[in-house]
């Protein structure tokens, strides 16, 4: 399947899906990976919106401890109406992910090479997928079906791609027939794709920021319009809250805190001390075996650095601390 997803054309793809709202960031992005958050489309009581999902979807009948959940980054689309984990979501909860094209790894002489694979046409891609609530956020995950003959070299599946009419059948909530629901994902023919290889020596879980070849690629796909260098994104203003204060202690936590199985580390500041502590395993390894002295703030987490900074802008912060 689909290792990595890009989306330049964001506005573009706003406005092809009639989409009414949007609720999530259309800054260009040059590598989406499983496990972050991606944009998508869905319908909201006959309106479309665009709004942020987790790319790795985990079924409401999922009991297990939160550290032992299953994501399922995609399903396949011969088994969506028959698996538990996917016949609820597919009869209600279906969305449509846009992406300018997608990346695929093969491995060529030890080394895993990306190829990157767009419409003919230069047109978005839109690609089918299905999403269930969580406690924190929705997650989603991609539809596959079986492989193209252009795509097959590289792998067995690849991304259901809907055109035309499909597109509004899927995103249409009143439509819970899984017979025209399953019509609509079927295997592009492989001329309406195209493919560009790279020299690339990146590992299909790597950063492509780390292949130049693979940026030139994209540079040659878009023209001018695409930026060889990788997007600089606005910096996100991380809210962190406190949790409480206690004998000069003040906690943090914040969902940049969070670990991938949800345990909290919370950074603690002791504003009457001076002291600093965080829970994270970051902290702990420097602390025990590189930690000459705790004050200094080159040994902090990256947790504890944003909640002294925290501390630092509301003047909370002891002297010694400070400096």
């Not at 499983?34 to 479309?48: C, M, N």
């Not at 204060?245 to 001076?274: I, Q, Y």
Request: positive net charge; contains cysteine; charged residues 30%.
């Amino acid at each position: 399947m689909q290792k990595k997803l890009t989306l330049h054309s964001g506005e573009k793809v706003v406005r092809e899906l009639g989409v009414t709202r949007s609720e999530f960031s259309l800054v260009p992005r040059f590598e989406i990976a499983p496990g972050q958050l991606l944009g998508a489309v869905v319908d909201e009581e006959s309106t479309r919106v665009f709004r942020g999902f987790r790319w790795g979807l985990v079924p409401r009948w999922w009991s297990e401890p939160q550290r032992e959940r299953q994501r399922l980054f995609a399903a396949r689309a011969e088994t969506l109406a028959r698996r538990p984990a996917f016949a609820a979501a597919l009869r209600g909860r279906r969305a449509v992910v846009p992406a300018d094209g997608f990346w695929m790894w093969r491995d060529i002489d030890g080394h895993n090479v990306p190829f990157y694979f767009r419409a003919r046409s230069g047109e978005p891609l839109f690609l089918a997928a299905i999403w269930e609530p969580d406690e924190d956020e929705d997650r989603l995950a991609l539809v596959t079906v079986e492989a193209n003959r252009l795509v097959e070299p590289l792998g067995a599946r690849m991304p259901a791609i809907l055109r035309g009419d499909a597109v509004r059948l899927w995103l249409d909530g009143r439509v819970q027939n899984e017979r025209i629901l399953s019509a609509q994902l079927q295997t592009v023919p492989s001329n309406l794709l195209r493919v560009a290889a790279t020299d690339a020596e990146a590992s299909g879980w790597q950063s492509l920021e780390n292949a130049p070849d693979a940026r030139d690629v994209l540079a040659l796909t878009y023209g001018g319009a695409f930026q060889l260098e990788k997007p600089r994104f606005a910096p996100r203003h991380r809210k962190v809250r406190r949790d409480h204060a206690a004998a000069g202690h003040v906690f943090f936590r914040t969902r940049s805190f969070t670990r991938d199985d949800a345990t909290r580390w919370h950074p603690v500041v002791d504003v009457e001390g001076g002291q600093v502590f965080c829970d994270c395993p970051d902290f702990r390894y420097r602390h025990a075996y590189h930690e000459p002295d705790v004050w200094t703030p080159q040994w902090w987490c990256k947790h504890l650095a944003r909640a002294v900074e925290n501390c630092r802008r509301h003047d909370e912060l002891p002297a010694r601390v400070a400096t």
